[in-house]
């Protein structure tokens, strides 16, 4: 059942059509939450809620439109309003001085040391510039289609993509001159 | 200093590997199937109090609508009787003829809309009561010991009407939404014995029960399960 099928079969009020968007969905949508809110659980329910969205604005959706930069802009969307969310929520946490949930020590071991750097460097990005890059990186967007779904104009996605490269770049070189630093082998690398 | 191309490189893998570890085998299928069944219950909840609201009284006809009026519900307190016995779209004058549920779709100017998961025991066509152009199409269907009658009708523009006896305030019908699609269902004792609806331009009446086996109580949320299986 191709996106088509899928929807005209979900206007119909059959659940399998769901069912078919979800399954041919879902994988780039969770990568896409989960790297803008950078929490397993948190991206599942921002994913499962715009599915939902869908199912209730599906009967306005114009079946020849694109399914998936529709599913994909209210699930960044979505992503990046829990981020801002619960960033603010974990600004209070700190000031009560109540420690957030720690990293999950396997999962930390399990990813390599470069992959966590970057990684790392990427989660103290504000939001929008970590929105930005995940669209352009993890699902190698173009920028044009990047501003189609996050709706900003096309030269504030090249802005954010610029702010967010520079962003981590400076992230990165802290990290390699810093005493615990790990061994970073793509810094150091001629231009 | 790290050039651009070393920097995207990076990033992408790391992202793409940070991504897939971490939610690489989630299925959110089940989440949004139980948010699917909360959003309909959801509606069916603002949807009652909205048709109550919309009852207005016209002479000796009461009508009771949801917001969107895609269902009337007329009451007749006096003096009328609607389609005696069950519910139905087929006409008294209708001579049904049994055939092949692909020739009664061949003979009706709407789409015969059909039940998934349950088998078809007949398939009958009704033509044209005289004076009008209108045929119809009658299903039954039996699933677990329980019958289906399907009688339907090329829906009209705008809101079906579903004549009633009595008035309103005493009234077993109501109104209920499915997946954003209303449905007139007259419930006795917590169970749907019949319901109205109109689906894709066609008018569906069903009966539950009407036929074989003994009338098993069919819930609202069974009702709605069935609903989403008549495509």
């Not at chain 1, 974990?90 to 999950?104: H, M, W």
């Not at chain 1, 490269?165 to 992230?171: A, G, I, K, P």
């Not at chain 2, 092949?100 to 998934?116: E, I, P, S």
């Not at chain 2, 009595?166 to 419930?187: E, F, H, K, M, Q």
């Amino acid at each position: 059942m191709d996106d088509r099928d899928a929807i005209e079969t979900l206007k119909r009020g059959d659940p399998e059509g769901m069912d078919a968007l979800v399954a041919a969905h879902q994988p780039r949508a969770l990568r896409v939450a989960y790297q803008i809110t950078r929490d397993s659980q948190a991206a599942e329910d921002v994913v499962a809620d715009a599915f939902l969205a869908v199912f209730q604005q599906i009967k306005s959706q114009d079946p020849d439109r694109p399914f998936q930069p529709w599913l994909l802009r209210i699930v960044v969307n979505r992503a990046i309003s829990l981020t801002r969310r619960r960033s603010r929520l974990q600004r209070v946490l700190g000031l009560l001085s109540r420690a957030t949930e720690p990293s999950d020590p396997v999962q930390v071991a399990e990813t390599n040391e470069e992959t966590r750097a970057v990684i790392s460097a990427l989660d103290r990005l504000p939001v929008n510039e970590r929105a930005a890059l995940s669209l352009r990186y993890l699902e190698d967007l173009d920028e044009r289609s990047i501003a189609e779904i996050l709706g900003w104009p096309i030269g504030t996605v090249k802005t954010r993509l610029h702010r967010g490269r520079n962003h981590l770049r400076q992230e990165l070189a802290k990290n390699a001159t810093g005493a615990d630093a790990p061994a970073l082998s793509f810094i150091g690398g001629s231009e | 200093m790290i050039s651009d191309s070393q920097l995207d490189s990076v990033l992408r893998a790391a992202l793409k590997e940070d991504a897939n570890r971490a939610v690489g085998s989630s299925n959110v299928t089940g989440q949004v199937r139980a948010r699917m069944v909360h959003a309909r219950h959801w509606h069916r909840a603002v949807a009652v109090p909205s048709s109550l609201a919309a009852v207005l009284l016209v002479g000796a006809v009461v009508l009771a609508a949801t917001s969107e009026l895609s269902i009337v519900l007329r009451y007749h307190p006096i003096g009328w009787l609607p389609t005696p016995g069950k519910l139905t779209a087929v006409g008294p004058c209708s001579s049904l003829q049994g055939m092949a549920l692909a020739d009664v779709q061949r003979r009706v100017n709407f789409r015969v809309l059909t039940l998934g998961g349950a088998t078809l025991v007949n398939a009958y066509y009704g033509p044209p009561c005289p004076g009008s152009s209108e045929a119809n199409a009658h299903l039954l269907y039996e699933e677990n010991g329980e019958s289906f009658d399907l009688g339907e009708t090329h829906a009209p523009e705008g809101p079906i009407t579903v004549d009633l006896k009595g008035t309103a305030d005493r009234s077993p019908w109501r109104i209920v939404t499915v997946n954003g699609n209303d449905y007139a269902v007259l419930i006795f004792d917590d169970a749907v014995t019949a319901a109205a609806f109109k689906q894709a331009g066609t008018r569906v009446d069903i009966t539950v029960g009407a036929k074989g086996g003994p009338n098993r109580p069919l819930s609202l949320d069974q009702f709605e399960e069935l609903v989403l299986q008549i495509n």
